[in-house]
């Protein structure tokens, strides 16, 4: 929890103007689970009325093995009087991206769903998460919340409420899938807007973080030529190379005329809280722009 003479991590951030830009969670592939209910500070092995802590481990390990990202979800608002046990799978690498969805008896079921997604359905509708997790990080709670309240109500069937995503002091966020893209401050906006781009296969510069299967570097790269061209294309901008080198990083992006060549400083932050449960502060990755060429 936060202390008491403390500003909440969200809005500490906020009067920092920290960077939104590069710090989106990394991940090629997504398993989302349905866990309907109250969920502990670790979704799967602190929600017992929901999930043994056991089972929940065992299903947290085989994703991870599979180098997959895992979250729980649930709908917003009251919860049915019969428990759902929905999945979907998304591979959110460019140009392969994929969205399956399928439903299980129960919890123990969730260990024998295919992690390739074959034994679902192709989903013809994105899949949006918002970070609701309250009792991971009060600003998820108490921005997430609202933001997918203003979400669900203009498209009820493809919202969620999810564990926690990463970003804490970026609250309210949000993930859409299959592409996985990474939204924040996502409740200082039209936050159902952002939706509404993204089915016009549109994206706001300003609220992104990136996509999750793209690298940091890159990620910030993007948002130096977006912010310069105005492209807003989700399909615009995909990285041809990243070279890493000695506090700079040179990223070459696909342009609509041509490759560009960005380079970006790397640098970190002075010491922040970036959590409101954090205790010790430590500094975060930063990126800032050296130089946009057309090759």
Not at 136 to 162: F, K, L, M, N
Not at 226 to 237: C, E, H, P, Q
Not at 252 to 275: A, F, K, R
Request: charged share 25%; proline share 6%.
């Amino acid at each position: 929890m936060t202390a008491p003479d403390r500003l909440p991590c969200s809005d500490q951030s906020l009067a920092r103007n920290d960077p939104i830009y590069g710090t989106a969670s990394a991940g090629h592939s997504w398993l989302l689970l349905e866990l309907p209910g109250a969920w502990g500070h670790s979704a799967f092995l602190q929600s017992p009325s929901i999930i043994d802590p056991e089972l929940g481990r065992a299903v947290v390990r085989r994703a991870e093995k599979a180098g997959m990202r895992i979250a729980a979800i649930r709908r917003h608002g009251r919860r049915a009087p019969t428990p759902r046990w929905r999945w979907f799978i998304a591979h959110s690498d460019i140009g392969s991206e994929a969205l399956y969805h399928g439903e299980v008896d129960g919890p123990r079921d969730y260990l024998d769903v295919a992690l390739d997604g074959t034994d679902g359905t192709v989903s013809e509708q994105p899949l949006v998460a918002i970070c609701a997790h309250g009792k991971h990080d009060q600003c998820c709670a108490v921005r997430g919340r609202g933001a997918t309240a203003a979400i669900s109500a203009a498209y009820p069937e493809i919202t969620w409420e999810c564990s926690h995503l990463g970003g804490d002091r970026f609250a309210a966020t949000m993930l859409i899938l299959p592409e996985g893209l990474c939204y924040g401050r996502v409740d200082s906006t039209d936050s159902a807007g952002l939706v509404r781009l993204y089915l016009e296969g549109r994206l706001d510069n300003e609220f992104l973080r990136g996509r999750t299967s793209v690298p940091h570097a890159a990620q910030a790269a993007q948002y130096f030529v977006r912010a310069k061209s105005g492209d807003d294309r989700i399909i615009g901008l995909p990285p041809l190379e990243v070279e890493r080198g000695e506090g700079r990083v040179r990223v070459v992006l696909s342009g609509e005329s041509g490759p560009i060549e960005v380079i970006v400083n790397e640098e970190h932050s002075e010491p922040l809280l970036s959590q409101c449960s954090a205790k010790h502060p430590g500094r975060v990755r930063v990126y800032t722009l050296a130089s946009i060429t057309a090759l």
